[in-house]
């Protein structure tokens, strides 16, 4: 069983983690997600971290859940916009569309999401493989359902993150060939995400909410771990 995670990372574009049987078996980096998910081949699942799934109103009860879920980690989910907000051609007339409709304005560092977000949901919507991961749910988790303590940028937050991978039989060598390059963070992220991959692929990852949202193209609005 072949599954992918996938995180986005910068100006490098996107980086996946390839898993077969839930063990390491490879990283992949490029400028354009469709074109990593091609060079990945025929995987059973693949796991992005990046909203998906959008609402007409309001926020995400996904985004709600999962910070109800992380305590002290919790702003590491930021509540995502609605559907017509991402269709503004800048950021002035999406902040004002999103007050429109959710009551708050959205901050420029979410605008700032918005090509990849775009460019992950057209993928999204044209490969039921595709899902929504949020690696600090995931590794909350990895955890037995306690919030990491440490940040994901700090020594001790890496330190922990990789050796929870690690327990759960996803062993990051430390040559990783095309994601050598790219920020840990980024790669403990796409890692946290193939291991959320390969569960969805397996039958027994969760999700949050427990009854999710619809898409208005019919698809759930939900985080899976």
Not at 24 to 52: C, F, K, N
Not at 85 to 113: H, I, K, M, P, V
Not at 159 to 179: K, N
Request: proline share 5%.
């Amino acid at each position: 069983m072949d599954v992918l995670g996938v995180d986005a990372c910068g100006k490098q574009g996107w980086v996946g983690i390839r898993l077969t049987d839930g063990a390491y078996a490879g990283s992949l980096v490029d400028p354009r997600l469709e074109r990593l998910i091609e060079r990945a081949a025929e995987v059973d699942a693949i796991a992005v971290d990046m909203p998906l799934g959008l609402v007409e109103k309001g926020w995400r009860a996904a985004d709600l859940a999962a910070r109800a879920l992380l305590g002290v980690r919790r702003s590491s989910v930021f509540p995502v916009a609605p559907r017509m907000a991402w269709q503004e051609q800048d950021y002035r007339a999406a902040a004002g569309r999103c007050q429109e409709l959710t009551g708050n304005r959205l901050s420029q560092q979410t605008w700032a999401l918005r090509p990849k977000l775009l460019e992950a949901r057209a993928c999204w919507l044209a490969d039921e493989r595709i899902h929504e991961a949020h690696p600090e749910v995931s590794f909350y988790a990895l955890a037995d359902g306690v919030p990491l303590v440490y940040a994901k940028k700090t020594w001790r937050g890496q330190a922990l993150r990789r050796s929870l991978l690690a327990e759960a039989g996803l062993v990051l060598p430390d040559e990783l060939g095309e994601a050598d390059r790219i920020p840990v963070d980024d790669v403990l992220d796409a890692a946290a995400a193939a291991w959320s991959a390969h569960r969805i692929a397996l039958g027994t990852a969760n999700r949050v909410p427990e009854v999710p949202e619809l898409d208005a193209e019919g698809r759930l609005v939900e985080i899976r771990y």
